[in-house]
Nanobody
Framework: QVQLVESGGGLVQTGGSLRLSCAASGSIFSINAMAWYRQASGKQRELVAHITSRGNTNYADSVKGRFTISRDNAKNTVYLQMNSLKPEDTAVYYC???????????????WGQGTPVTVSS
């Protein structure tokens, strides 16, 4: 079984920083793309940042210049460094990982449990 465990969320004031982590564990054969999504109360879930296996990244326009996605392949972990946080960044953040397990020839998406981020004004 594969699990994604998120950490790093919390409460921060406007202008502050947080770093989210998401570690994949279990019977993993290979990891392809990794991403962060967020869902604010009453809103649709949206893609925040995405990183390919080669390290290519893209970001939602709302976070460009403030957030940085990175990965540590040796640790099967993806990070989201969030700087200059704004109240509109308040949401539950979810990591998403496309991977193959050791026992499958197919690639599947796995989701973390979600970690809440609250930015106070």
């Amino acid at each position: 079984q594969v699990q994604l465990v998120e950490s790093g969320g919390g409460l921060v004031q406007t202008g502050g920083s947080l770093r989210l982590s998401c570690a994949a564990s279990g019977s993993i054969f290979s990891i392809n793309a990794m991403a962060w999504y967020r869902q604010a109360s009453g809103k649709q879930r949206e893609l925040v940042a995405h990183i390919t296996s080669r390290g290519n990244t893209n970001y939602a326009d709302s976070v460009k210049g403030r957030f940085t996605i990175s990965r540590d392949n040796a640790k099967n972990t993806v990070y989201l460094q969030m700087n200059s946080l704004k109240p509109e960044d308040t949401a539950v953040y979810y990591c998403n990982v496309a991977l193959r397990s050791r026992y499958s020839v197919s690639e599947y998406d796995y989701w973390g449990q979600g970690t809440p981020v609250t930015v106070s004004s």
